[in-house]
């Protein structure tokens, strides 16, 4: 008998997207000069149109961000800045399903994900940080507890409210002020958190965003108004940024790209490591910078694991991202898609195997089923470049030794996952990995309390936890 | 003997297999349940899930204050569930203690339900605690009057102080008793057997034995069948399957009194085991409230509002 799930869309008449949207700098909505479309990436539907941020835009963002430093921000305690926080929280709770709804409708990723996922973590961070606003003497960081003043903060497609909330919360905790500039195909969640921010009654200019492209996001960087640059994006940006700040006295975060290793040990709870193999590449569609897009397998349990992966795999519902049943969304731009559908080709020219699932897919929008190649090498570049999409490069093992090296030989180090039941073989492979998070038996797992960030071209610096709120604050205390 | 060219029935070779078997990461299949439980089923599949799992409920009655009336009454419904409506399909089996057995066949036939089995807890249920002689003689008898299916018990104390070869050997031999005559359904007492690695092992045990069936309760034990319970037993059928080219049943039983308790299970079912599982041959729930949830549900989904449960029979 075959079970069918009928559709189960989320109605999307909980939110309300404006024709046109403009920037939001010093509390107001200001017009643009310029505009792009911004389009539902599961229907290629316009969705709305997004003012193109110029440097004169940009330059209004900051003195706005200045003033509310110099004259409001800076001059309240802990405690008052804490309260916007923590109201700021709970009206992201309040309205979850609206930001839910919004970001797959804006981004393609699964309701499933934004639900359960995105929007609570998002509320958690600033739950999170509100706590630290007037405790910070306390939190162990080894910088002054001065803020920096006025921070630029560039974030990406792949979780756009979940990023905003990495980055502003810790920076409004901290007692800096702001200009965000969204990515250029997921503004909308964040022209929705302005609202927010007039709803809490935020002082004007505490938080502005300008949204726009790579030359907003360059005039942000070059801003001589702007003491700290925060980025979030590819590895290949992250260095163009960092020679820009390079020669100014800027301060620079950066979380960037990753090619993270899952090692599956012979000892493996087979079962779940399948899931924490599903979770660790199709989440998200494989957008995500800590994705596990590197299976390591060690050789004894390779067939078996692979077997289960694949039925596994076949049972990844892909399509309507407002389908509370799909576990697999859209791409999110034709321009993602055709660096996915490259890679891809370049795996199969380079002689990996190549298996997609069956799944029947939406004629519009832009879609990749997932994908796994098989006997790829160290030398294939599915096994060097970040591909960000649902594609996973399965490489084995003989010594766990080999494992490492294997997951090490990379110029990334942002993340790691390792599968055994044998905890001294956990703890022994921890010590070797080179990669600023490791997963044991599990993988994809986020906290506002757990740092999170970088080794080699990851980036620089940690979010979240005590080590996030360093990124902040000042020079050195001692 | 051999036991599916697996295991030859000595200690050692049960042994050997059974720890070959890969651990279950209790998070991991706690995430992995939690993940399943989320799916949304809604209309047509929604009406689709509650009829089956209708045809899939044992409809159970195990009180010692059980009357032939009331077990005649359980009969009657099992084969009409709501008399109003002759659509609605006719459950899984009748589940009920062994002096019942002849009561509730002779009923069932007199009313033309001939098709519909009867099933009789059986070894000492729910402990367990007797001995292998009257744990036979139960069972001879049961079959005697009319059961067509038994659910037995394994002993529980047996496998935890990992003296595995009698349970299996026990399980051997009801099989022996039941042979062409008796589905065997295996009660592991999940909730007795506490973590997920003895829930593995212990349906490999049952299956390597004989069960028709892996059952996960007497429904006498708190907590009974958990989701991440049902997931790892249907993830040893399939895999068994893979093995033996076997299908192997799964019957959860106790705590599942909602629709919505109900299709989580199907969907457990249909995204672990596979499709060929949703079938009342390889899936059964034990369960008695449950049946008039569904019911009452099935009336909505058709009639569009709640009806009172005055409309819905109590047994």
């Not at chain 1, 900051?62 to 001059?75: E, H, I, L, P, Y």
């Not at chain 1, 606003?133 to 960081?141: F, I, P, Q, S």
């Not at chain 1, 039925?311 to 697999?328: A, E, F, S």
């Not at chain 2, 929604?46 to 409920?57: G, L, N, Q």
Request: glycine residues 8%; charged residues 20%.
């Amino acid at each position: 008998m075959n079970f069918e799930y009928a559709a189960a869309p989320e109605s999307r008449s909980v939110v309300k997207i404006d024709p046109v949207y403009g920037h939001f700098i010093n509390g107001k909505w200001v017009n643009g000069s310029a505009h792009f479309n911004s389009i539902n990436p599961a229907t290629e539907e316009v969705l709305s149109s997004i003012a193109l941020g110029s440097t004169a835009d940009v330059d209004a963002a900051v003195k706005a961000a200045r003033n509310a430093f110099d004259k409001s921000w800076s001059k309240l305690s802990g405690r008052e800045r804490g309260k916007y926080l923590f109201r700021i929280a709970r009206i992201m709770q309040e309205r979850a399903r609206e930001f839910a709804v919004l970001e797959t409708l804006d981004n393609g990723k699964p309701i499933r994900e934004s639900r359960d996922v995105d929007v609570p973590l998002a509320a958690a961070h600033f739950f999170y940080h509100a706590g630290w606003a007037d405790k910070l003497e306390y939190a162990g960081v080894e910088t002054t507890t001065t803020p920096h003043g006025v921070v630029g903060q560039i974030i990406p497609w792949n979780f756009p409210l979940l990023m905003l909330a990495w980055k502003v919360a810790p920076a409004l905790a901290t007692g800096n002020t702001v200009v965000l500039k969204p990515a250029e195909t997921t503004s909308l969640t964040a022209l929705l958190f302005a609202q927010v921010c007039q709803q809490a009654g935020l002082p004007d200019g505490v938080v502005n965003i300008v949204t726009g492209d790579g030359s907003t996001g360059s005039a942000i960087v070059n801003h001589p108004g702007i003491d700290k640059i925060a980025f979030t994006g590819s590895t290949e940006v992250g260095k163009l940024i960092a020679r820009a700040v390079a020669s100014t006295n800027k301060s620079l975060t950066l979380e960037l790209g990753g090619k993270g290793a899952n090692i599956v040990f012979g000892d493996a709870a087979i079962d779940e490591t399948v899931e924490g193999i599903v979770n660790g590449i199709f989440f998200n569609q494989g957008h995500v910078c800590c994705a596990g897009s590197r299976l390591i397998l060690q050789e004894s349990i390779a067939d078996e694991v692979l077997e289960k992966l694949k039925r596994r795999m076949d049972k990844i519902r892909v399509g309507d991202p407002l389908d509370k049943n799909t576990d697999l969304g859209a791409i999110n731009s034709a321009e993602q898609l055709a660096k996915i559908r490259e890679l891809t080709a370049a795996g199969e020219a380079e002689g990996a195997g190549r298996w997609s699932t069956n799944c029947v897919m939406p004629d519009k929008g832009f879609w990749f089923a997932p994908t796994i190649f098989t006997g790829v090498t160290q030398a294939h570049r599915i096994a060097r470049e970040e591909i960000f999409g649902p594609v996973l490069s399965v490489l084995t093992f003989r010594t766990p030794a080999e494992a490492i090296e294997k997951a090490n030989n990379t110029p990334f180090g942002l993340s790691a996952g390792i599968w055994s039941e044998k905890g001294s073989n956990i703890l022994w492979a921890t010590q070797q990995l080179r990669a600023g998070v490791i997963w044991a038996n599990t993988f994809n797992k986020f906290d506002p309390t757990s740092p999170f960030g970088g080794y080699k071209e990851s980036g620089w610096g940690r979010e979240g936890g005590r080590h996030g709120l360093s990124a902040y604050l000042k020079g050195s205390a001692k | 003997m051999s036991f599916y060219g697996l295991v030859d029935g000595s200690d050692s070779s049960l042994r050997n297999c059974l720890k070959q078997l890969p651990g279950v990461d209790q998070v991991g299949a706690e995430a992995r349940a939690a993940m399943l439980a989320t799916r949304s089923i809604k209309t047509t599949s929604k009406a689709w899930a509650i009829d089956t799992a209708i045809s899939m409920v044992d409809l159970t009655t195990l009180e010692g204050a059980d009357t032939p009336g009331k077990v005649q009454a359980l009969c009657s419904k099992a084969f009409r569930p709501d008399p109003t409506d002759l659509a609605v399909p006719h459950v899984g089996a009748v589940c009920v203690y062994n002096d019942m057995v002849g009561i509730a066949r002779e009923h069932l036939d007199s009313i033309g339900a001939q098709e519909l089995p009867v099933a009789a807890v059986s070894t000492a249920f729910p402990s367990g605690r007797a001995s292998m002689q009257v744990k036979l003689q139960d069972t001879e008898d049961a079959i005697v009057a009319g059961a067509a299916e038994i659910d037995m018990v394994i002993d529980r104390g047996a496998f935890l102080s990992g003296r595995l070869i009698e349970v299996f050997e026990e399980i051997v031999a009801i099989r022996e008793v039941c042979g062409d005559r008796a589905h065997l359904k295996v009660i592991l007492e999940t909730g007795e057997l506490v973590t997920l690695d003895n829930v593995r092992k212990a349906s490999y045990l049952a299956m390597l034995a004989g069960a028709d069936f892996i059952k996960t309760s007497t429904g006498k034990v708190a907590p009974a069948a958990t989701a991440p319970v049902v997931l790892v037993m249907l993830e040893a059928v399939r895999d068994f399957y893979d093995l033996t080219k076997v299908r192997i049943g799964v019957k959860p039983a106790g705590g599942i009194r909602t629709t919505k308790d109900a299709i989580k299970q199907l969907v457990l079912v249909n995204e672990t085991a596979g499709p060929e599982w949703l079938n009342p041959s390889l899936f059964r729930i034990g369960a008695s409230a449950l049946l008039n949830d569904l019911l009452m549900q099935r009336m909505k989904m058709s009639d569009g509002y709640y009806a009172s449960p005055n409309y819905v029979t109590i047994d």
